[in-house]
Protein backbone atom coordinates (compact mmCIF):
# COMPACT_ATOMS: atom_id res chain seq x y z
CA UNK A 1 0.00 0.00 0.00
CA UNK A 2 0.92 3.92 -0.09
CA UNK A 3 3.95 4.31 2.24
CA UNK A 4 5.09 7.56 0.80
CA UNK A 5 3.77 10.49 1.39
CA UNK A 6 0.48 8.90 3.00
CA UNK A 7 -1.54 11.99 3.53
CA UNK A 8 -1.58 13.97 0.42
CA UNK A 9 -4.39 15.10 -1.38
CA UNK A 10 -3.97 12.67 -3.79
CA UNK A 11 -3.67 9.76 -1.88
CA UNK A 12 -6.46 10.85 0.60
CA UNK A 13 -9.06 11.42 -2.54
CA UNK A 14 -7.92 7.87 -4.21
CA UNK A 15 -9.17 6.53 -1.01
CA UNK A 16 -12.15 8.74 -0.02
CA UNK A 17 -13.80 8.37 -3.41
CA UNK A 18 -14.01 4.08 -3.15
CA UNK A 19 -15.04 4.80 -0.06
CA UNK A 20 -17.77 6.55 -0.12
CA UNK A 21 -19.26 4.46 -2.68
CA UNK A 22 -18.79 1.33 -0.23
CA UNK A 23 -20.40 4.07 2.60
CA UNK A 24 -23.68 4.36 0.47
CA UNK A 25 -24.15 1.10 -0.53
CA UNK A 26 -23.51 -0.21 3.29
CA UNK A 27 -26.11 2.66 4.17
CA UNK A 28 -28.26 1.36 1.27
CA UNK A 29 -28.03 -2.65 2.37
CA UNK A 30 -28.38 -2.08 6.08
CA UNK A 31 -31.60 0.34 5.71
CA UNK A 32 -32.68 -2.74 3.03
CA UNK A 33 -32.15 -5.43 6.01
CA UNK A 34 -33.74 -3.25 8.39
CA UNK A 35 -36.66 -3.03 6.30
CA UNK A 36 -36.89 -6.33 5.68
CA UNK A 37 -36.89 -8.04 9.20
CA UNK A 38 -39.22 -4.62 10.47
CA UNK A 39 -36.85 -3.07 12.51
CA UNK A 40 -36.47 0.72 12.96
CA UNK A 41 -34.47 2.46 10.47
CA UNK A 42 -31.71 3.75 12.59
CA UNK A 43 -29.25 4.79 10.39
CA UNK A 44 -31.72 6.21 7.60
CA UNK A 45 -33.39 7.74 10.51
CA UNK A 46 -30.29 9.40 12.05
CA UNK A 47 -29.00 10.66 8.62
CA UNK A 48 -32.63 12.57 7.85
CA UNK A 49 -32.37 14.15 11.70
CA UNK A 50 -28.80 15.01 11.09
CA UNK A 51 -27.96 15.78 8.38
CA UNK A 52 -25.07 18.10 8.47
CA UNK A 53 -23.27 16.15 11.56
CA UNK A 54 -23.75 13.10 8.93
CA UNK A 55 -22.11 14.83 5.83
CA UNK A 56 -19.23 15.50 8.30
CA UNK A 57 -18.81 11.67 9.63
CA UNK A 58 -19.35 10.79 6.27
CA UNK A 59 -15.93 11.81 5.49
CA UNK A 60 -13.67 10.20 7.95
CA UNK A 61 -16.43 6.86 7.47
CA UNK A 62 -15.28 7.19 4.00
CA UNK A 63 -11.65 7.06 4.40
CA UNK A 64 -11.63 4.56 6.93
CA UNK A 65 -13.64 2.18 4.23
CA UNK A 66 -11.05 3.10 1.48
CA UNK A 67 -8.28 1.98 3.34
CA UNK A 68 -10.47 -1.29 4.67
CA UNK A 69 -11.29 -2.02 0.79
CA UNK A 70 -7.15 -1.29 0.37
CA UNK A 71 -6.66 -4.04 3.18
CA UNK A 72 -8.84 -6.61 0.63
CA UNK A 73 -7.19 -5.33 -2.50
CA UNK A 74 -3.72 -6.32 -1.12
CA UNK A 75 -4.72 -9.52 0.30
CA UNK A 76 -5.53 -11.31 -2.68
CA UNK A 77 -7.43 -9.01 -4.99
CA UNK A 78 -4.58 -7.05 -6.21
CA UNK A 79 -3.14 -10.95 -7.32
CA UNK A 80 -5.95 -12.64 -8.87
CA UNK A 81 -6.80 -9.77 -10.60
CA UNK A 82 -4.07 -7.66 -11.67
CA UNK A 83 -0.64 -9.05 -10.95
CA UNK A 84 -1.17 -12.83 -12.05
CA UNK A 85 -2.56 -12.20 -14.90
CA UNK A 86 -0.26 -9.19 -16.13
CA UNK A 87 2.57 -12.11 -15.54
CA UNK A 88 0.87 -14.44 -18.39
CA UNK A 89 0.28 -11.72 -20.80
CA UNK A 90 3.91 -10.26 -20.97
CA UNK A 91 6.27 -12.93 -19.04
CA UNK A 92 9.39 -11.48 -20.77
CA UNK A 93 8.86 -7.78 -18.64
CA UNK A 94 8.39 -10.00 -15.87
CA UNK A 95 11.22 -12.29 -16.65
CA UNK A 96 13.36 -9.20 -16.75
CA UNK A 97 12.25 -7.22 -13.85
CA UNK A 98 13.03 -10.69 -11.86
CA UNK A 99 16.57 -10.74 -13.32
CA UNK A 100 17.36 -7.15 -12.30
CA UNK A 101 16.03 -7.47 -9.05
CA UNK A 102 18.41 -10.73 -8.23
CA UNK A 103 21.46 -8.64 -9.94
CA UNK A 104 20.71 -6.07 -7.27
CA UNK A 105 20.22 -8.45 -3.94
CA UNK A 106 23.10 -10.17 -4.90
CA UNK A 107 25.48 -7.00 -4.99
CA UNK A 108 23.44 -5.96 -1.94
CA UNK A 109 24.48 -9.31 -0.09
CA UNK A 110 27.11 -9.37 -0.70
CA UNK A 111 27.80 -5.73 0.22
CA UNK A 112 26.56 -6.71 3.82
CA UNK A 113 28.93 -9.48 4.51
CA UNK A 114 26.98 -12.47 5.23
CA UNK A 115 28.98 -15.84 5.68
CA UNK A 116 26.01 -17.49 6.75
CA UNK A 117 24.44 -18.66 3.63
CA UNK A 118 21.45 -19.91 5.09
CA UNK A 119 20.14 -16.52 5.34
CA UNK A 120 20.46 -16.16 2.02
CA UNK A 121 16.84 -17.28 0.82
CA UNK A 122 14.98 -15.41 3.24
CA UNK A 123 17.23 -12.03 2.17
CA UNK A 124 16.24 -12.56 -1.54
CA UNK A 125 12.30 -13.22 -0.57
CA UNK A 126 11.71 -10.71 1.67
CA UNK A 127 14.05 -7.90 1.24
CA UNK A 128 12.53 -5.09 -1.35
CA UNK A 129 14.10 -3.57 -3.92
CA UNK A 130 12.28 -0.79 -4.03
CA UNK A 131 13.15 0.13 -0.71
CA UNK A 132 16.65 0.55 -1.31
CA UNK A 133 16.10 2.28 -4.37
CA UNK A 134 14.92 4.88 -1.89
CA UNK A 135 18.73 4.98 -0.28
CA UNK A 136 20.02 5.21 -3.51
CA UNK A 137 17.76 7.31 -5.59
CA UNK A 138 15.76 9.21 -2.94
CA UNK A 139 12.85 9.51 -1.81
CA UNK A 140 11.15 12.15 -4.47
CA UNK A 141 11.83 9.65 -7.52
CA UNK A 142 10.05 6.55 -6.17
CA UNK A 143 7.08 8.46 -5.06
CA UNK A 144 6.88 10.31 -8.20
CA UNK A 145 7.22 6.80 -9.84
CA UNK A 146 4.48 5.06 -7.19
CA UNK A 147 2.32 7.94 -8.22
CA UNK A 148 2.21 8.07 -11.60
CA UNK A 149 1.00 4.70 -11.82
CA UNK A 150 0.83 2.29 -8.32
CA UNK A 151 -1.67 4.89 -7.03
CA UNK A 152 -3.77 4.97 -10.15
CA UNK A 153 -3.99 1.26 -10.23
CA UNK A 154 -5.27 1.22 -6.45
CA UNK A 155 -7.92 3.76 -6.87
CA UNK A 156 -9.51 1.52 -9.60
CA UNK A 157 -9.17 -1.57 -8.13
CA UNK A 158 -10.93 -0.26 -4.65
CA UNK A 159 -13.53 1.56 -7.18
CA UNK A 160 -13.99 -1.61 -9.06
CA UNK A 161 -14.64 -3.29 -5.74
CA UNK A 162 -17.37 -0.67 -4.41
CA UNK A 163 -19.14 -0.34 -7.62
CA UNK A 164 -19.98 -4.30 -7.12
CA UNK A 165 -21.01 -3.79 -4.08
CA UNK A 166 -23.28 -0.61 -5.04
CA UNK A 167 -24.98 -3.27 -7.67
CA UNK A 168 -25.95 -5.73 -5.01
CA UNK A 169 -27.11 -3.27 -2.90
CA UNK A 170 -29.07 -1.80 -6.00
CA UNK A 171 -30.48 -5.29 -6.76
CA UNK A 172 -31.37 -5.87 -3.03
CA UNK A 173 -33.41 -2.80 -2.52
CA UNK A 174 -34.98 -3.57 -5.56
CA UNK A 175 -36.09 -7.32 -4.56
CA UNK A 176 -37.11 -6.29 -1.27
CA UNK A 177 -39.46 -3.15 -3.06
CA UNK A 178 -41.36 -5.46 -4.83
CA UNK A 179 -40.74 -3.36 -7.83
CA UNK A 180 -39.93 -5.32 -11.05
CA UNK A 181 -39.95 -2.13 -13.07
CA UNK A 182 -37.02 -0.96 -10.69
CA UNK A 183 -35.17 -4.23 -11.15
CA UNK A 184 -35.20 -4.30 -14.99
CA UNK A 185 -33.63 -0.54 -14.97
CA UNK A 186 -30.91 -1.68 -12.57
CA UNK A 187 -30.17 -4.67 -14.83
CA UNK A 188 -30.28 -2.27 -17.96
CA UNK A 189 -27.53 -0.15 -15.71
CA UNK A 190 -25.59 -2.93 -14.82
CA UNK A 191 -25.65 -4.18 -18.83
CA UNK A 192 -24.87 -0.68 -20.33
CA UNK A 193 -22.88 1.15 -17.11
CA UNK A 194 -21.49 -1.59 -14.68
CA UNK A 195 -20.52 -3.93 -17.29
CA UNK A 196 -17.94 -1.63 -19.24
CA UNK A 197 -17.26 0.57 -16.39
CA UNK A 198 -15.80 -2.65 -14.35
CA UNK A 199 -14.08 -4.11 -17.37
CA UNK A 200 -12.52 -0.34 -17.82
CA UNK A 201 -11.30 -0.21 -14.34
CA UNK A 202 -9.93 -3.73 -14.76
CA UNK A 203 -8.10 -3.14 -18.16
CA UNK A 204 -6.67 -0.28 -16.55
CA UNK A 205 -5.42 -1.55 -13.45
CA UNK A 206 -3.62 -4.03 -15.80
CA UNK A 207 -1.68 -1.80 -17.61
CA UNK A 208 -0.89 0.89 -14.84
CA UNK A 209 0.58 -2.47 -13.33
CA UNK A 210 2.58 -3.30 -16.27
CA UNK A 211 3.89 -0.22 -16.67
CA UNK A 212 4.77 0.33 -12.92
CA UNK A 213 7.00 -2.69 -13.10
CA UNK A 214 8.69 -1.63 -16.67
CA UNK A 215 9.46 1.86 -14.98
CA UNK A 216 10.96 -0.27 -11.83
CA UNK A 217 13.03 -2.16 -14.32
CA UNK A 218 14.07 0.88 -15.90
CA UNK A 219 15.63 2.46 -12.52
CA UNK A 220 17.09 -1.28 -11.55
CA UNK A 221 18.90 -1.08 -14.64
CA UNK A 222 19.61 2.63 -13.93
CA UNK A 223 20.91 1.66 -10.55
CA UNK A 224 23.41 -1.16 -11.97
CA UNK A 225 24.22 0.87 -14.72
CA UNK A 226 25.44 3.75 -12.51
CA UNK A 227 26.73 0.82 -10.46
CA UNK A 228 29.14 -0.57 -13.44
CA UNK A 229 30.30 3.12 -13.83
CA UNK A 230 31.49 3.64 -9.98
CA UNK A 231 32.91 0.13 -10.61
CA UNK A 232 35.27 1.09 -13.38
CA UNK A 233 36.15 4.76 -11.70
CA UNK A 234 37.26 2.65 -8.75
CA UNK A 235 34.16 4.33 -6.68
CA UNK A 236 32.40 2.13 -3.86
CA UNK A 237 29.60 0.21 -5.31
CA UNK A 238 25.86 1.07 -5.03
CA UNK A 239 26.68 2.70 -1.86
Known amino acids: MNVFSAFTFGSLIKTFLPGLVWLIAIVLIVTDIEQLVGAPRVIWDAVQGHDQAALVLSFPASILLGLLSNILVFMGVNDRLVRNRARRVDPDLFRLHDQLKA ?116 LMAAMLDTDARQNNQGSPALS
Not at 123 to 141: A, Q, S, W, Y
Not at 144 to 164: A, K, T
Not at 169 to 184: E, H, I, K, M, Y
Request: aromatic letters at 16%; a positive charge; one cysteine or more.
Open 103 to 218: RILDRYWKLLGHSDDRFRPVFDKHVDVEIIMLDVLGTEKVAYLREQYWYHLEFQINLLMSLILMFFALVLNAFLSFSACGLVWILTLYVIFFVPLCLLLLVAARKNYQRHVAKVAS
